[in-house]
């Protein structure tokens, strides 16, 4: 079993989340996209852990500026695609899309979806059915596109489709509020959009992340993975 633990970072300026994840049998843990390092070092502080990886999704600085501080307290080892080995902070070890990682008992599935930045992988738990989407897929949104081309997005979002609808995703920032009514606007009607931006504003206002959400429902109500082909995800970039 893996448990996740959300941590915002760069609130209220970027709202990272950045991921502290535990395999539960063997304690081997990892940070996902350090964006800055001081609330991780509180939360590993509070949960007395001594994160032995970080993992990241791409290269963009708000995933990765918390590597160096990181790796100098922990000795953790920075993991990611080894096509941004040259230009990931503090890189250790490189991972292929279609390959594996293990994390203790836990493995995590490497998939390439290159767009937002050529070389952004998911970070994919079958076991677990988590998914760490990075700036690819945000609740009722997707990442711009820094390197790619809406080609590229359609194939990422292809792949993040084609995963089974019980894996529940884990975004790279939390901006649910700042396209709902975008979502609204193409789906008026849909209870199970109403439903989701009901549940968003809950919990934020309780000071906790829209994520976990089952693929099942973002599939849904997040208008870039409900366009059908390229032409339609296109006419809402
Ligand atoms: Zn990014
Ligand atoms: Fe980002």
Redesign the pocket.
């Known amino acids: 079993m893996l448990q996740v633990y959300p941590i915002l970072c760069r609130a209220g300026i970027m709202d ?1 989340y950045a991921y502290l994840i535990i395999d539960e049998e063997t304690q081997t843990s990892a940070i996902i996209d350090p964006s800055e390092p001081n609330p991780i070092i509180k939360k590993c502080e509070e949960l007395k852990i001594n994160p032995d990886y970080i993992l990241n999704t791409h290269h ?1 600085f ?2 990765t500026d918390g590597n160096l501080i990181l790796k100098q307290k922990y000795g953790c080892k920075v993991v990611g695609n080894i096509k941004d080995s040259h230009r990931i902070p503090e890189f250790d070890i490189g991972v292929e899309s279609g390959k594996t990682f293990t994390l203790g008992n836990s493995i995590a599935e490497i998939i390439d979806v290159s767009a937002h930045t050529q070389g952004h992988i998911l970070w994919y738990f079958p076991q677990d059915k988590v998914l760490f989407t990075g ?1 690819t897929l945000f609740n009722l949104c997707i990442g711009g596109l820094f390197e790619g081309t809406a080609e590229e997005m359609f194939s990422a979002l292809q792949k993040i489709k084609a995963l089974p609808d019980d894996v529940v995703f884990y975004p ?2 939390e901006y649910t509020m700042h396209f709902a009514r975008e979502a609204l606007s193409l789906q008026p009607n849909s209870p199970v959009l109403i439903e989701y931006i009901k549940r968003a504003q809950d919990r934020l206002s309780q000071g906790l992340p829209v994520a976990p959400v089952a693929l099942k429902t973002e599939k849904q109500c997040n208008p870039y993975l409900r366009a059908e082909n390229l032409t339609e995800l296109k006419h809402i970039l």
């Open positions: 990272n963009h708000d995933h700036d790279g920032h």
